[in-house]
């Protein structure tokens, strides 16, 4: 300061040499103001991000899933109407899940109780999953949890703030919820990473208090996801092989790489051989099959109570040409059985509860290219075909399943059922008298 005055005074100028300034002045003042902007930068973001971070976490969902009973059937308009048919119990407790599409901007979600053939209610800011036996529990899958994710809301916020130069690659996130029908509270549990583009299932167990889902990404085929709805848990197992359904109620079949069959208790974490490699080869052999068994895969079939496991040829295109035999995995022992020596599987078509029909929708040319509309059904014990529903050739699969003796399926956008026998059809959604 002194030789700064001594130049504006008329005195002596002389320049102040560096060595004379005291210390944290100068050149040197500049360097730790530098440092000081390093750390306080970073410091100034965490203090501005951090709270609107838990804010954000903490504060309440107003767009969680809630269930709303229905005291009047609804009146519509409904658009298009569509259910799960290729869900793992679409029907489970006499009861399925309507998702009806009024507008592009506009959907809806009903409980349709098939027995009662009326509405229950309707699922609000979600899409059902499964229920719990008891139906006191459903999980179900919320809004985007891009929104509810630190990460998410971080990468949004430095979108924003740099006027869209910063972006971030990120997999489509699915968000979930378990819903609790006796009071209506929900609470966010879990979600799941998976490609653009890509979906998944979720499989319940038998007893329907555990849900299994393999998301599709990097990580298939070495983990899986579980919900248990008894106690509201959700969670990633890791296990390398191929997750092929529930074996009972806390039991996994999964296949190894190998080709070992074993189980694995979702409960303990244990797990064991059901069938090695060596097993299969030679238990196939006798039963006059000669396909290299760590090429087979699984076919499920829900009996009402549990599943049902085949071994079938490796899938492919010739399943809908040339047919594949089907060795039914016996609980009882365990052993392998032959269920069928060439069956000629059809695109989307399933089986009923005792395995001696099967249905299928018919298509307008190639498989999996666009249906006719209509359904038919296999008689397994005369090889006889039976037109079910006539087709419309509007190019729209029906995807018809099987309810008891009764076969639900989906015209026009509407939904409707027919008995096997081919009588009897009567619209289920919209209900008859709208």
């Avoid at 300034?21 to 500049?30: A, F, K, N, V």
């Avoid at 005291?71 to 569509?82: E, S, T």
């Avoid at 879990?190 to 007893?207: A, F, H, I, M, V």
């Avoid at 190894?256 to 208790?265: R, W």
Wanted: charged residues 20%.
């Amino acid at each position: 300061m002194f030789c700064c005055l001594a130049a504006f005074g008329g005195g002596e100028k002389r320049r102040c040499p560096i060595a004379a300034l005291p210390p944290g002045t100068g050149p040197e003042l500049g360097k730790h103001a530098m440092n000081r902007a390093r750390i306080f930068v970073p410091v100034l973001f965490l203090f501005l991000v951090a709270p609107l971070v838990w804010v954000s976490l903490s504060s309440p969902d107003s767009k969680a899933p809630k269930f709303v009973a229905s005291k009047i059937q609804p009146a519509g308009p409904f658009g298009r109407v569509f259910y799960d048919w290729g869900g793992a119990v679409p029907f489970a407790g006499g009861k399925v899940w309507i998702f009806t599409v009024p507008s592009r901007t506009n959907h809806s979600e009903f409980l349709f109780d098939l027995e009662q053939r009326k509405v229950l209610g309707e699922l609000i800011n979600g899409a059902a999953v499964f229920a719990n036996q008891e139906e006191t529990r459903l999980l179900c899958e919320g809004h985007e949890s891009l929104n509810n994710s630190v990460e998410g809301r971080v990468a949004g916020w430095l979108k924003q703030l740099s006027f869209g130069k910063l972006r971030f690659n990120t997999n489509r996130i699915d968000t979930y919820w378990i819903l609790d029908l006796r009071n209506n509270s929900a609470r966010r549990v879990g979600e799941l990473s998976q490609w653009p583009g890509t979906g998944s299932r979720w499989r319940p167990s038998p007893g329907f208090r555990f849900g299994c889902n393999v998301p599709n990404n990097s990580e298939e085929g070495s983990s899986f996801f579980v919900c248990d709805l008894g106690q509201e848990t959700f969670h990633k197992i890791r296990f390398t092989g191929s997750v092929r359904g529930w074996w009972d109620d806390q039991r996994l079949l999964i296949k190894k790489p190998a080709g070992d069959l074993v189980l694995y208790d979702v409960l303990g974490g244990s797990s064991s051989t059901l069938f090695s490699l060596d097993t299969l080869s030679r238990r196939l052999a006798e039963l006059g099959i000669h396909d290299d068994p760590a090429t087979l895969i699984t076919y499920s079939i829900w009996r009402g109570s549990n599943y049902e496991f085949n071994l079938v040829a490796k899938q492919g295109w010739n399943w809908y040409s040339n047919g594949t035999f089907m060795v039914r995995v016996d609980r009882s022992g365990p052993a392998l059985t032959l269920a069928h020596q060439n069956f000629k599987f059809r695109w989307l078509g399933s089986f009923n509860a005792t395995e001696t029909q099967y249905v299928y929708d018919g298509e307008s040319g190639e498989v999996g290219r666009g249906g006719n509309g209509g359904v038919f059904l296999l008689d397994l014990a005369s090889n006889t075909i039976t037109t079910l529903v006539l087709p419309d050739n509007k190019g729209q699969y029906a995807g018809a399943r099987f309810y008891g003796d009764e076969v639900v399926y989906s015209r026009d956008h509407e939904l409707w059922g027919i008995r096997s026998d081919g009588l009897g059809a009567t619209r289920l959604f919209p209900p008859p008298g709208e």
